[in-house]
């Protein structure tokens, strides 16, 4: 796909207002005059976030029985450490050297070389370093984007004065924690740690056994140097993130089998470096043809595929991405990322990772716990091992006070350490080694090499992590992206299509006027949806019925009852039904409809066949249009 | 009631050992040697939360029609200067001069006094005088503390050494945002100022209309001088809030009428003072008697206590205490906090206070946006207002260049003002004023004073505040300690009696043996259950199944399916289901369990209706403590 051909006639403006007039979201603080990427949800975007945080709960840890967990935000250092997020999770910023403002220097560069590149004045050689600038951007550090910025005389973005030389800048918040101010600490960037530190916890409730995933949602905080394009990069967002522990020898999934068949875009490294597309793939043949790493990876893939589609995620916008080896975070080992096509071009919206073994090693190392699990052999395996024997009186009457040196060192030898020791012991008749600032001779009388042998029935091993990482955020500005509509004919009508499952409320009810007896059924009728369980929304503005549909339809409410004279006038009671993406309307008995939309909401009945089992309704449309007030 | 009384037989030990091996929660980053006032919620604990939230979510967001909010937790100083937390969010600590360990100094000071009190070689007069500084420590500034130190030598609780002079400190977390580090922030120390801010929208969604609703589920921090107690002071937590935005001059509730007659054990501020115990007392005549201060306040104390109740808290250990004076919040005006009587004593669990307009007029001041309502009235009112009218001319050729000053002073002149420039123009012919540094003279060719009369229909206010402030943490660890029991005769042999609707699974899956056709008909009864929406553990383990039934008791787990031999060998096929509390168990058709248990947790069926209508199954208890395995 290409960007301009995908987002022909789409109007980005056009959403942002209604997302802002309808209160989806806003900038926060904004009588304040707001902060860079901090966000609100209003009462509609909240729902959405709250509806698909419990689709994505059904989705995955219940179906899956995945252990939920929910950790601190506040993290001491020595974690953040470990987890190479204090030496490493930074980014390079460039100061403006007048009026003070940063930018992300990687930012600035792509920008300028992009200009460059496409403007017909710039000759083609210099044309060409741009191109190849471009291509390895990702490779530069601080020094490598000084050179280019001395080079092309890049200046500030805004305002055209000179910029400082790029400085490494740590995207984690700071914080002081306790009283003393003695404890550092940061915001946690992703959840992820959390589940790692509780590993042994985990297992332990997990009776020991793999493969099992842990699970969390929760808020991240990324300290973005310039935050731009609205939900797509902020400073504090709603995570989903998954960690799947399993044995590294073993990466096969039961499940497999149910969604091998299932094609999906997938964009390789190899094919981005060869300058193709994505192509259609069934997972099976791409496990097989080691195109994905393993059958876990390809499951996650499979079901983070199935649950945004499911959302509201237009599948055609949908890919997958291998990393290139350039771009993969310092603890992955291969890394898919399904990315969506918005009108910012194709964007992140969860990672699925291998992590392999590298964080619970990384928190083993710092804090010297045994993160590991344990697995019985198929077979008793025999372990050899070396060990030293150390005659203590011999060594005591040669090295008097220094002994207890020359004692410690032999016990902290290793296998290999052992084994050189005792050939040179055997070949040469002594071996000389410094121990203790001094030159020591070793004779065989003081120590010897005992080979033990043990029978082992398990196996103690560090497990390995699959990752699946979701952007809550991303996911939904994505969504709202790929829903947003315009009436045929009538583009200033605009309205979000989402899936009953994801919209804010389930049903609108909507009385022709305000007569009190209509306004008395409309209130039976609110409490019947509640009774339900269905969260709906009553408009009984002044305004006519046309604009309060149009109303509905912009907070993408999925089906509408509008009680009118015939709801009170004729028995059995009946009200019209109607859905919002065709507009169509049925009348239906009062007391049938709370069923009704629970078994439409739930998709257990399609509209379809709704408007086949009830009359269709067309004077409605009408006076959609004509009625007043 | 009286702590010792209740609590009669409770070991807080074996709860929290129960909590910890279970995990529900643990310390947060245990194996870095943990942080102070930090949890993590485990699989069983997170369980409960989401539970929690989302009975909270139907009770009071979906019932009442709330408008939900999801706030930025990252707040820029000016907000917070403008809620007062900045000034005043602060406790007195004080420092050990050796060890550097700091206190709280109000805990330290108390800690000291009751001692002292309860120390029968305490002459009287001292122990008097130390009840006299108890019964108000709340009113002690830092001097006041410093004092009290003073004058009875107060030590460091730890060590015995030296202690500092109490010193001010903020509770908030502070935070700097942004690359170059001028925009200053903190942690939200509640989440209330996130609604207020947004109060214009929130109006404008709800078609400006009042009164309405918001909410806002999630996490505050506070940095606590000396976290303790478990889960009831933390330093990052889970909040639930509402703020009722109403007319001040209208504070009735149009369901006040449907908790009228609901009792309430209330402790009001009187009672307080006079030495009494808290009463019961019907809602209607509690307001009519002045002592709760209006109706809204009272239903929302009556919805408080119906969730409470409902989520496993005990009616006996709750009660609703009203603030004394010289604790209330800066903001409040009447406030009575949900209390639960614990191991720890009575703990405040919800507040529910009447913040009147404070927040509202606060935010307006400091940012200058108009945050206030419209109302018709009743019958139009004349609206009587002067206004200065300037003869330039004269004001001009008197004052030649210092004449824009004093038009500019006349134009700005209030109310009060004019009406007494009036009068003194009319009285004494001249008025004298300094303006712009200098004694002006001024007449009545200069200025005249008009009176105008304006009809209005529709009136401006600064809507009020109920807030109903939820701490989930605390609620659950109350949950706790109301549900820990222990089975007669068996002490040893504890469990949690959640309600089904906040227990962590739903069910659980039990196999007699590991034959395969019993784990066959499991996997399928789990498929089933699934299906149903309930979620289950299956615990497939070879240990005897009266231990897991005990390891599902201690989990909550209410109800329990158990596949044994008949299951697979007689038809139709039939599996036993247990009750957690009382341990009795029927024969049901393997296809109606999961039907049976759907009713059962939504409340449709009563476990005594389901011992009725199916054959009572008693062999199972005798397995219970013999099969080993």
Same mark, same amino acid.
């Given at each position: 796909y290409i960007v301009e051909e995908v987002m022909e006639g789409f109007d980005r403006n056009k959403l942002e207002t209604l997302l802002k007039q309808r209160f989806f979201y806003d900038q926060s603080f904004a009588i304040y005059g707001g902060v860079q990427g901090l966000y609100d949800f209003g009462p509609m975007g909240c729902a959405v976030k709250a509806n698909l945080l419990q689709e994505w709960r059904n989705f995955f840890v219940l179906e899956e029985q995945m252990l939920e967990m929910d950790c601190s935000m +506040?993290? /001491?250092?020595p974690v953040l450490k470990a987890s190479g997020h204090v030496e490493r999770f930074a980014d390079y910023k460039v100061k403006d050297l007048k009026t003070g403002e940063c930018f992300r220097a990687d930012h600035v560069v792509k920008q300028f070389l992009e200009k460059l590149e496409a403007d /017909?004045?710039?000759?083609q050689d210099r044309r060409d370093e741009a191109r190849r600038i471009l291509n390895s951007?990702?490779? +530069?550090d601080g020094a490598g984007l000084q050179e280019v910025i001395v080079k092309f005389g890049i200046k500030s973005p805004q305002s055209g004065n000179e910029i400082s030389e790029p400085q490494q800048f740590n995207l984690m918040f700071q914080v002081s924690i306790g009283p003393a101010g003695n404890i550092k600490g940061y915001l946690r960037p992703e959840t992820a740690q959390g589940i790692f530190v509780n590993f042994k916890r985990l297992l332990e409730f997990n009776q020991g056994r793999l493969p099992f995933a842990a699970a969390q949602i929760g808020n991240s905080f990324r300290n973005e140097i310039s935050p731009r394009a609205g939900l797509l990069r902020v400073r504090e967002f709603t995570m989903a993130e998954i960690e799947h522990f399993l044995d590294p020898a073993d990466k096969s999934h039961p499940k497999f089998a149910s969604v091998a068949g299932l094609s999906l875009p997938l964009y390789s490294a190899k094919d981005q470096m060869a300058g193709l597309d994505a192509t259609e793939k069934p997972l099976g043949e791409a496990v097989s043809a080691g195109v994905i790493a393993n059958q876990t990876l390809a499951y996650f893939m499979a079901r983070i595929f199935l649950f945004m589609v499911r959302c509201g995620v237009d599948r055609q916008r949908l890919r997958f991405r291998q990393h290139l080896s350039n771009e993969m975070a310092h603890y992955a080992c291969d890394c898919w990322d399904a990315e969506c096509l918005t009108s910012y071009g194709w964007i992140e919206c969860v990672g699925c990772a291998d992590r392999s073994a590298y964080d619970l090693t990384q928190h083993s190392k710092a804090c010297?716990?045994?993160?590991v699990a344990e697995k019985m052999l198929a077979e008793p395996q025999v372990v050899v091992a070396n060990e030293a024997v150390i005659n203590k009186g011999v060594v005591g009457r040669t090295f008097k006070a220094d002994a207890v040196h020359v004692t410690q060192y032999l016990s902290s030898l290793e296998e290999a350490d052992l084994n050189s020791l005792a050939t040179e012991l055997e070949s040469l008749g002594s071996a000389s080694r410094e121990i203790g600032g001094s030159e020591r001779k070793l004779t065989p009388d003081m120590v010897s090499v005992r080979r033990t042998e043990r029978t082992v029935h398990r196996l103690e091993f560090v497990p390995s992590v699959i990752e699946p990482s979701f952007g809550i955020g991303r996911i939904m500005y994505v969504i709202f992206e790929h829903s947003f509509r315009a009436r045929e004919g009538d583009e200033a009508r605009t309205y979000l299509s989402l899936p009953p499952v994801i919209a804010p409320y389930k049903c609108s009810v909507l009385q022709l006027s305000n007569n009190p007896k209509l306004r008395e059924m409309a209130t039976a009728m609110s409490q019947a949806l509640t009774q339900a369980g269905l969260s709906h929304r009553i408009?009984?503005?002044?305004?006519s019925i046309g604009k309060r549909y149009a109303r509905t339809d912009q907070i993408a409410i999925p089906y509408g009852v509008t009680i009118d004279f015939d709801s009170i006038n004729k028995t059995p009671a009946t009200a019209t039904l109607r859905e919002r993406d065709s507009m169509r309307q049925v009348r239906v008995e009062v007391e049938k409809i709370p069923g009704i939309v629970q078994q439409l909401v739930q998709e257990r009945l399609t509209w379809a066949q709704v408007m086949e089992a009830y009359p269709v309704f067309e004077q409605q449309e009408t006076i959609k249009d004509t009625d007043g007030n």
């Open positions: +506040l993290t /001491p250092e /017909p004045k710039t000759p951007l990702d490779n +530069l010297g716990a045994q993160l408009d009984d503005s002044s305004v």
